[in-house]
């Protein structure tokens, strides 16, 4: 592993416009599953309500989204308080040392915003907040949660009267961070991949845009990819060892 860590850490000290782009596997050291791979009931049914039909959802049935709080509510409260892990400062870090442009990321959890990166787009929503389905305010978390727990579900909102939905996204609507994240790949020259499978389609996009671009590609991630064979250094092992690895080995650069 030491040697392709060492390719890796030469790439990103050596790249002028790096973007990383992270999935579920960064944040379950801080205690947050990987939607894909936890088959609990739960999850089982957070899906079935994220990825209904847009419209169906934003028909406004109110029970639609009332169900959906209920079901996300358990699942919300260890993901606002949970703490990043040294992959998000890891990615701090190195935007701090001018080695990283952007973080793209498939989280909600806010975490690399809470190990200090401010250079974030988080392509899938996040949960920070709530949004009206009515006149599109967004809607502050701490307001959410006073709501949900006065057994007001669906929470309304405080300015209009609308139905408050989660920010996050169901079943894959563009964001301005999406389309943000494809500009930004389409002009970088090293895409640094951690924590993510991309297997999902608009996903690979992000990867492919850098490609077309000439951009290098470095995977870590502990299963394989479909972009594993376009990849100059590719490390299938647990993320935070090799992140860990990684940081020691940049420490002689900053
Ligand atoms: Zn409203």
């Given at each position: 592993m030491l040697e392709r860590v060492g390719r890796c850490a030469r790439l990103i000290y050596f790249s002028k416009?790096?973007?990383?782009?992270?999935?579920?596997?960064?944040?379950?050291?801080?205690?947050?599953?990987?939607?894909?791979?936890?088959?609990?009931?739960?999850?089982?049914?957070?899906?079935?309500?994220r990825f209904m039909?847009?419209?169906?959802?934003?028909?406004?049935?109110?029970?639609?989204?009332?169900?959906?709080?209920?079901?996300?509510?358990?699942?919300?409260m260890p993901m606002i308080h949970a703490q990043p892990n040294i992959n998000h400062y890891f990615l701090a870090r190195l935007a701090?040392?001018?080695?990283?442009?952007?973080?793209?990321?498939?989280?909600?959890d806010g975490l690399?915003?809470?190990?200090?990166?401010?250079?974030?787009?988080?392509?899938?929503?996040?949960?920070?907040?709530?949004?009206?389905?009515?006149?599109?305010?967004?809607?502050?978390?701490?307001?959410?949660?006073?709501?949900?727990?006065?057994?007001?579900?669906?929470?309304?909102c405080a300015q209009c009267g609308g139905i408050v939905g989660p920010d996050i996204v169901f079943a894959f609507e563009r964001t301005p961070d999406y389309d943000k994240a494809l500009e930004r790949a389409a002009k970088t020259d090293l895409l640094l991949v951690m924590g993510s499978s991309l297997l999902v389609d608009h996903v690979k996009e992000i990867v492919v845009g850098a490609l077309n671009n000439g951009a290098h590609l470095v995977i870590i991630n502990n299963q394989p990819t479909p972009f594993d064979d376009a990849a100059d250094v590719v490390i299938h092992e647990q993320l935070s060892q090799v992140t860990r690895t990684l940081w020691e080995t940049m420490e002689r650069y900053w």
């Open positions: 416009n790096t973007l990383a782009l992270t999935g579920a596997g960064v944040s379950t050291e801080s205690g947050i599953p990987d939607f894909r791979s936890d088959k609990s009931l739960l999850w089982e049914r957070i899906h079935a309500y039909p847009i419209d169906a959802y934003r028909d406004g049935v109110d029970d639609y989204i009332g169900m959906f709080w209920r079901y996300w509510f358990p699942l919300l701090e040392a001018s080695l990283l442009s952007t973080v793209v990321t498939q989280n909600a690399h915003g809470k190990a200090g990166s401010s250079n974030v787009l988080e392509i899938h929503g996040s949960i920070s907040g709530g949004r009206c389905f009515s006149c599109k305010t967004t809607c502050p978390m701490d307001y959410i949660l006073d709501e949900i727990q006065a057994v007001r579900i669906p929470p309304v």
